[in-house]
C-alpha cells in the first residue's frame, strides 16, 4: 500500500497534523468555487483573520491559494478527497499559477493540474510529502520546459531545452594531456555532487585501507567494485533555508539545493540536515 509519510496508519503526530490540515480545509476550500471571484479579500481577511485567530497576512495566503486551487480541477479533487496539503504548500502551487500569464494558460494549467496530481499521488509506502521548496523547484523546471518549447526561435529553444533538459546535479568531466608523459582529470560539479564524491571516496578509501588518490584509481578503472553507502551532512540557516553549507565546500547554489533536496526526498537516510540559527 502506497501512503505519504504525513499519512503513516496509528501514528498520534500523522493524525494530529491530518486535522490540522482538516481545518484548513474547512475554513478555507470555499474560496476554490467559483463564486467567491468577486470577494471583497480585504473584508474577507479582517472577517475570517477576527474568527479564526490568525494573522491577516496567513489569512491572505491561506485564501490566495485555495482561490487559485479552483483553476486546478483535478487537484482540486485530489485535495478534496485527501486534505493532504497545507496551505504552504498549496501557497507555493499558487504561486507558479500566477506566473502563467505569458504562456497559454489554459493548455499550461492542463499540463501542470497533471502533473501535481501525479506529483502528490503516492508510489511507495512512507514516501516523503514534497516540501514548498520541493514543489517550487519542480513547476519552475516544467514551466521553463513548457516555454521552452513554445519559444519562437528554435535556436533558442534547443538551447534553453537542452539546458533545462539536464539532469539534477550533473556534472561536466573533461580528460586532458599535460605533457609527453602525464595527462590530468578535471570534474566540475555543484558543491553538493563533488561533496558527496569526495564523501563516497573517502569511504572506500577507508574500507579499503588505500589513500584517497588510490581509492579514486581503483573506482575509475573499474578495480574495484563496491555498494558503500555513505551520509552526507548539510547545515541550513533557521532564518534562510534555500541554501545548505557543507562542511569544507561551503555554501550551494540553485542547482545544488536542488539536487541536496531531490536526494532527501528520495533517500532520506542518505543525507542528514542541520537546522542552525546562524552559521558564520
Known sequence: MSYFATEREGDELCAAGQRARDVEYEVFARYAEAEFAELDLELECRRVGEAFGRSKA??????????????????????????????????????????????????????LDAF???????KKAGQILPSAMAIRRRL?????????????????TKQRK??????????????????DLEAGLSITGNVGVIAS???????????????????????????LCTNTKIVLHVFAQKTD???????????????GT?????????????????????LI
Open 140 to 156: 519552475n523546471e516544467l514551466v521553463r520546459k513548457i516555454d521552452a518549447s513554445l519559444a519562437p526561435d528554435p535556436k533558442k
Open 58 to 111: 496567513w489569512v491572505e495566503q491561506a485564501i490566495l491559494a485555495y482561490y487559485r486551487l479552483g483553476e486546478l480541477p483535478a487537484l482540486k479533487a485530489l485535495q478534496a478527497e485527501t486534505r493532504r496539503l497545507d496551505v504552504v504548500r498549496l501557497d507555493a502551487i499558487g504561486e507558479t499559477v500566477d506566473r502563467l500569464h505569458n504562456l497559454p494558460r489554459e493548455e499550461v494549467l492542463e499540463e
Open 162 to 179: 537542452d539546458e533545462k533538459d539536464r539532469p539534477l546535479g550533473a556534472c561536466e568531466t573533461t580528460f586532458y594531456g599535460l605533457n
Open 197 to 223: 564524491m569526495e564523501r563516497y571516496v573517502d569511504r572506500v578509501a577507508k574500507e579499503g585501507k588505500l589513500t584517497q588518490s588510490e581509492a579514486v584509481q581503483a573506482i575509475l578503472t573499474g578495480q
Open 241 to 255: 533555508p534555500s541554501s545548505y553549507f557543507i562542511p569544507n565546500f561551503g555554501w550551494t547554489d540553485a542547482d
Open 116 to 122: 501535481l496530481v501525479e506529483m502528490f499521488t503516492p
Open 258 to 278: 536542488a539536487w541536496l533536496e531531490s536526494l532527501m526526498e528520495e533517500s532520506p537516510e542518505g543525507v542528514r540536515s542541520f537546522v542552525c540559527e546562524a
